[in-house]
């Protein structure tokens, strides 16, 4: 890996919030490039993760058209209809769930757990003095991971298995030192951001 993990995964961020800030049109070119990179890479995972939140983008979609005020859909029937500009907009906020799914898949299928479980640890380690315990993040993080690539649990089954005594577990992370290269380029996602904020002000 040419990077550290943490700033591999700042980047990653930097991306993930790139994506978010673009206008419409931007947002579903990324989307629709997100998401054919990602099944390229890893199709199996990407499926998955999609098919997961499929009901979400429904919602999110019809949400929108229901509630947003507008052109109605249904002219004749003005008062149950869904407008043009509410799905429009459903569907650019459904967009940004599915860039933001296909960046998931692409950082689990190219960094292994144990380094996006580093990246986070050490990422973590900055807000310390705020109270955060960046192993309890690791452990946590470590669990979400094991869920996402598990097989999909039923209510009954998931109750089963969180009442069950669990064994206990040691979660091992190798330590890998911070080159000047990473701290660089940590530094850049982070002056970027601050620039674009800056500038959408």
Same mark, same amino acid.
């Given at each position: *890996?040419?990077?550290?993990?943490?700033?591999?995964?700042?980047?990653?961020?930097?991306?993930?919030?790139?994506?978010?800030?673009?206008?419409?049109?931007?947002? &579903?070119?990324?989307?629709?490039?997100?998401?054919?990179?990602?099944?390229?890479?890893?199709?199996?995972?990407?499926?998955?993760?999609?098919?997961?939140?499929?009901? @979400? @983008?429904?919602?999110?979609?019809?949400?929108?058209?229901?509630?947003?005020?507008?052109?109605?859909?249904?002219?004749?029937?003005?008062?149950?209809?869904?407008?043009?500009?509410?799905?429009?907009?459903?569907?650019?906020?459904?967009?940004? @769930?599915?860039?933001?799914?296909?960046?998931?898949?692409?950082?689990?299928?190219?960094?292994?757990?144990?380094?996006?479980?580093?990246?986070?640890?050490?990422?973590?380690?900055?807000?310390?003095?705020?109270?955060?315990?960046?192993?309890?993040?690791?452990?946590? @993080?470590?669990?979400?991971?094991?869920?996402?690539?598990?097989?999909?649990?039923?209510?009954?089954?998931?109750?089963?298995?969180?009442?069950?005594?669990?064994?206990?577990?040691?979660?091992?992370?190798?330590? *890998?030192? *911070?080159? &000047?290269?990473?701290?660089?380029?940590?530094?850049?996602?982070?002056?970027?951001?601050?620039?674009?904020?800056?500038?959408? *002000?």
């Amino acid at each position: *890996m040419v990077l550290h993990p943490a700033a591999m995964l700042t980047l990653w961020a930097g991306v993930a919030v790139f994506v978010q800030a673009l206008p419409p049109v931007g947002v &579903w070119v990324a989307a629709l490039g997100l998401v054919a990179l990602a099944a390229a890479i890893d199709a199996t995972r990407t499926a998955k993760l999609v098919r997961r939140i499929r009901v @979400l @983008l429904v919602v999110i979609v019809l949400m929108f058209g229901f509630a947003t005020p507008g052109t109605a859909m249904l002219p004749v029937w003005t008062a149950a209809s869904p407008t043009w500009d509410g799905l429009a907009l459903g569907a650019t906020h459904a967009a940004r @769930l599915l860039a933001m799914v296909s960046l998931v898949s692409i950082l689990l299928a190219r960094m292994p757990v144990a380094r996006l479980v580093l990246a986070l640890h050490v990422l973590a380690a900055a807000l310390r003095p705020l109270g955060v315990s960046p192993d309890r993040v690791a452990v946590r @993080l470590s669990l979400v991971l094991a869920e996402l690539d598990g097989p999909k649990l039923q209510w009954r089954s998931w109750l089963e298995t969180v009442e069950a005594p669990g064994s206990a577990r040691a979660l091992t992370l190798d330590v *890998m030192p *911070m080159r &000047w290269q990473d701290r660089s380029a940590m530094a850049a996602v982070i002056l970027a951001g601050v620039g674009v904020f800056w500038w959408r *002000m």
